[in-house]
């Protein structure tokens, strides 16, 4: 019950904090400003034995014979296994505006049966973008995320030791090209589509500029006038309006986590006029065989004559009436009284939205 009275005092607590106006910046994407994902295939030397097994991962053999290969060494029909190499997967995310010479971070992530990434270093890695083009190279030490400790008889790992991130490991070596100084109009798109928050964000930036520069196109975006705004470039449009303030409008919502029995619920969460009953119901069974035999000096044998008891035990019932309109606190609140546990009291969630007394999205994670 300790977990279900933080979990309700969590929720009571996000009802008592009403939902505050936030930045423009934090509610929309702006059109073209944005991180494009990179992606290439490296390999990892200097591993302290806890490389790839080259009879599992041929083609960690494979590039590590173009490395060299490409460095004049030719190792064709060389039959060579070292344990200190690991092929690996590089990551990136290549952030808007970014000019060429910038630094941005890797994620390392094995594809192998390396054990370990700790120690390690990534030798040149070219990183690519959707359409084909080499945008960054990477290259540094490894920061793992975990270590492992092993002996003959144990062993124990903590975190992931098979992937790790080299902070500034990638060098930019070309410039997605994007001119934002010449776009005539900007879209706001919407990180959560609703027609009431993009309307209250066409009013806010119209409001800011004192005449008509903003149009709600839709429920996820927000057209800008940039010559309307009369400004000195689009870079400076955009400085002036990331920082309005706006009142999102939310969706209601429930959303839970089986495995953890957590349970998080928006403030607009209501109820239709339901009741609610939860008991449990246990069957017992236990086995006391009683061992029989005959008297002193009588003829007979001596047998065990199976005793069985068995008894059928009901909990209380507990039945709550929840009436029309119910907020969340007064949802928690009759749950609470109820006495459920947190995974019952997702199980009735999910009863009351199958009856469809619960109005929000109901999300399962």
């Not at 039945?319 to 009291?345: H, I, K, Q, Y």
């Amino acid at each position: 019950m300790r977990l279900l009275a933080k979990l309700l005092a969590v929720a009571l607590f996000a009802t008592s904090v009403a939902a505050g106006p936030v930045r423009l910046k934090d509610l929309v994407e702006f059109d073209g400003v944005r991180g494009n994902d990179l992606v290439g295939y490296g390999l990892v030397v200097g591993l302290n034995g806890t490389g790839d097994g080259l009879r599992n991962a041929p083609f960690t053999e494979e590039i590590m014979a173009n490395v060299l290969e490409r460095l004049g060494v030719n190792v064709n029909g060389e039959q060579f296994r070292p344990k200190n190499v690991a092929a690996v997967i590089v990551t990136a995310t290549l952030p808007p505006f970014a000019r060429t010479g910038g630094q941005i971070d890797v994620t390392v992530s094995a594809i192998g049966d390396a054990g370990s990434l700790l120690g390690g270093t990534l030798i040149m890695t070219p990183l690519n973008a959707a359409d084909g083009m080499i945008y960054a190279v990477a290259q540094g030490s490894i920061i793992a995320g975990g270590a492992v400790a092993q002996g003959d008889g144990a062993s124990v790992t903590q975190g992931v030791p098979t992937a790790g991130m080299i902070p500034s490991g990638a060098r930019v070596e070309r410039e997605i090209e994007f001119e934002l100084g010449s776009l005539q109009s900007l879209r706001l798109a919407l990180r959560d589509p609703d027609f009431t928050t993009a309307g209250r964000i066409e009013q806010a930036i119209n409001r800011e500029f004192h005449r008509s520069v903003a149009l709600m196109r839709d429920s996820g975006t927000v057209e800008l006038n940039v010559a309307g705004v009369r400004a000195r470039s689009t870079a400076h449009a955009i400085q002036r309006i990331e920082n309005l303030l706006v009142e999102p409008e939310r969706k209601a919502r429930v959303v839970v986590d089986h495995r953890s029995g957590t349970i998080v619920m928006g403030a607009d969460v209501r109820l239709s006029r339901v009741a609610v009953s939860q008991g449990n119901l246990t069957l017992r069974i236990s086995e006391e065989p009683v061992v029989v035999q005959p008297n002193p000096f009588a003829e007979g044998e001596t047998v065990v004559v199976p005793r069985t008891n068995a008894a059928l035990e009901q909990g209380s019932v507990s039945l709550a009436e929840v009436p029309e309109g119910t907020s969340l606190s007064e949802v928690v609140a009759g749950l609470n009284a109820l006495g459920v546990s947190p995974r019952d009291m997702i199980d009735i969630l999910k009863s009351l939205k199958a009856a469809g007394a619960l109005h929000a999205d109901f999300i399962v994670r």
